[in-house]
C-alpha cells in the first residue's frame, strides 16, 4: 500500500444528523493533534468545503460535546459539490490551507462524494459511518442506530400503555426511508404483532387475516411498526385500508419523525464514535484512504468506500420468521 503522509486534516460531517457524530469528531480532532496534525473543522459538510467555511480546531473546540445530539460541525446538502466546478472550488480552499486528507462522517451519499473527490484530486479519504439507518455494507454498527432505535422503543412502550387502557390497534411509523432496520429492532424490542419494512413486499390481505384472526381471539391491543419507506406507503396508507376493512378496530397512527434523530447519544454510540474516529486519524497516518471505518464481530474492520457505496447491509429474512412467531 503507498503511504501518502499527511500533516494538516479536515473533518467534516454531511448528510442526516446522527447522535454520536460530535463524538467522532471530538475524537478526529483530539487523535489528530496528538499525533501533531493541524486539525481543520469543515462547516455544513461539503457546502462548507465549496464555500470555504473552514476553521482550526484544537482541543478545547470539542470539550463538552461528547455527550450532545447533532452536529457541532452542522451538516447540509450541497447541489454545487455534485458539479466538477463545485469539487474544483473545494479543492482549491482546501489547497490555500494545505489539507492533505479528510474524515467524512456521513452516509452512502456522503462517501460517493467523498470517493469521486479522492479520485479527482487525490486527496486520501477516510469514511465514518455516520447514520441512524444503519444500512451501509461493512460495519454491524454505524453511529446513531442505537440511540436512534432505543428513542423509538421508549417512545412506543409509552404509546402501549394508552393502547392497553383502550383496547386500540396503533400504527406507529418509524424512520426507515430506504432500510427498515429501525422498525425491524424496535418492534421486536416492543413486541409489534406486525412490522412493515421497505425490503419486504407487504401483503396486506396476509395483514388484515391476521388482524381478524386476532380479533377473533379478543386480543383487541394490536401494534403496526412500519418503517417511512415501506412500499406501501407507511402508516396512514396502512390504516385507510384496516378501518375500511375492520372498521370495528378503534385504529391510531402515531409517527415519531425527527425525534429519533435527537437527543443525547448512548453510550453505546459515544463508544462507537469514539473507537472509530481514532481509527480514521491511525488509518490516514499509515497510509490508509478512501477506505471506511467499520466494526464487524467487535473488531475494526476497512472496506473500500466504493464497495461500502454500492453495497446495502441486508436483512435476515430469519428476522421476519421470529417476529411471526413471537406475535402469535
Same mark, same amino acid.
Given at each position: ?77 450541497? #447541489?454545487?459539490?455534485? +458539479?466538477?466546478? $463545485? @469539487?474544483?472550488?473545494? &479543492?482549491?480552499? =482546501? ?5 492533505? !486528507? ?66 386500540? #390497534?396503533?400504527?406507529? +411509523?418509524?424512520? $426507515? @426511508?430506504?432500510?427498515? &432496520?429501525?422498525? =425491524? ?5 416492543? !413486541? ?137
Amino acid at each position: 500500500m503507498e503511504k501518502k503522509k499527511v500533516t494538516k486534516i479536515g473533518v467534516l460531517t454531511s448528510g442526516g444528523d446522527s447522535p454520536g457524530m460530535n463524538a467522532a469528531v471530538r475524537a478526529v480532532v483530539r487523535t489528530g493533534i496528538y499525533h501533531g496534525l493541524e486539525v481543520y473543522g469543515i462547516k455544513r459538510g461539503y457546502a462548507g468545503m465549496v464555500e470555504n467555511d473552514i476553521e482550526r480546531m484544537d482541543s478545547k473546540s470539542v470539550a463538552n460535546i461528547i455527550q450532545r445530539g447533532g452536529t457541532i460541525l452542522k451538516t447540509a446538502r450541497c #447541489l454545487e459539490f455534485k +458539479e466538477p466546478a $463545485g @469539487r474544483q472550488k473545494a &479543492y482549491d480552499n =482546501l489547497r490555500k490551507l494545505k489539507i492533505d !486528507g479528510l474524515v467524512i462522517i456521513g452516509g452512502d451519499g456522503s462517501f460517493k462524494g467523498a470517493q469521486k473527490f479522492s479520485e479527482e484530486f487525490d486527496i486520501p479519504c477516510i469514511g465514518l459511518p455516520g447514520t441512524i439507518d444503519k444500512d451501509i455494507a461493512g460495519s454491524d454498527v454505524t453511529i446513531g442506530f442505537d440511540t436512534a432505535v432505543n428513542t423509538a422503543v421508549e417512545a412506543i412502550d409509552k404509546i402501549r400503555d394508552t393502547m392497553d387502557a383502550h383496547d386500540r #390497534l396503533f400504527i406507529v +411509523e418509524v424512520m $426507515g @426511508r430506504d432500510a427498515g &432496520y429501525i422498525a =425491524l429492532h424496535s418492534g421486536i424490542a416492543t !413486541g409489534a404483532e406486525n412490522i412493515m419494512i421497505p425490503e419486504n413486499e407487504t401483503d396486506v390481505e396476509a395483514l388484515i387475516d391476521s388482524l381478524n384472526e386476532k380479533e377473533k381471539r379478543k386480543k383487541l391491543v394490536n401494534l403496526i411498526v412500519v418503517a417511512e419507506g415501506d412500499k406501501f406507503g407507511g402508516a396512514e396508507e396502512i390504516a385507510k385500508v384496516i378501518r375500511k376493512r375492520i372498521p370495528t378496530a378503534d385504529t391510531r397512527v402515531c409517527i415519531l419523525g425527527h425525534i429519533q434523530r435527537g437527543g443525547s447519544p448512548s453510550c453505546s454510540d459515544r463508544l462507537i464514535a469514539s473507537h472509530m474516529g481514532y481509527y480514521a486519524v491511525e488509518s490516514l497516518m499509515v497510509g490508509r484512504h478512501n477506505v471506511m471505518v467499520g466494526v464487524i464481530n467487535n473488531k475494526i474492520h476497512y472496506t473500500p468506500l466504493e464497495k461500502a457505496v454500492k453495497q446495502k447491509q441486508k436483512i435476515g429474512q430469519e428476522w421476519m420468521k421470529i417476529v411471526k412467531i413471537l406475535a402469535s
